[in-house]
Nanobody, 122 residues
Framework: QVQLDESGGGLVQAGGSLTLSCVTSGPRLTSYYMGWFRQGPGNERDFVALINWNGDIKDYADSVKGRFTISREDMKTAYLQMNNLQPEDTAVYYC????????????????WGQGTLVTVSA
């Protein structure tokens, strides 16, 4: 019954930057892992990035390494700093929470946000 509230999506020109935010709430313990997925037009929901509770474990999809940075302000809030955005980054971005690293790789997620749209123009 965790609730995830995403924000920060929008329209940006190629080469620009956006920061996505995800705030979790609900009567539960904060998640060990938070992360992001994205789903482009006609595609499945793909892994983008994850971070554990203290930030000593981070992982990124190959397509975003060096451009995106995931961080946590605390145990319930996560950010995705997206730099040098390209048109292929256009997608609905979903925040996700879970307690195991492997869950994110297998897309067995405890809870999903509703998504925030990122559109990158050429």
């Amino acid at each position: 019954q965790v609730q995830l509230d995403e924000s920060g999506g929008g329209l940006v020109q190629a080469g620009g930057s956006l920061t996505l935010s995800c705030v979790t709430s609900g009567p539960r313990l904060t998640s060990y892992y938070m992360g992001w997925f994205r789903q482009g037009p006609g595609n499945e929901r793909d892994f983008v990035a994850l971070i554990n509770w203290n930030g000593d474990i981070k992982d990124y999809a190959d397509s975003v390494k060096g451009r995106f940075t995931i961080s946590r302000e605390d145990m319930k809030t996560a950010y995705l700093q997206m730099n040098n955005l390209q048109p292929e980054d256009t997608a609905v971005y979903y925040c996700a929470v879970g307690n195991y690293y492997s869950d994110f790789k297998s897309k067995v997620i405890e809870a999903w946000g509703q998504g925030t749209l990122v559109t990158v123009s050429a």
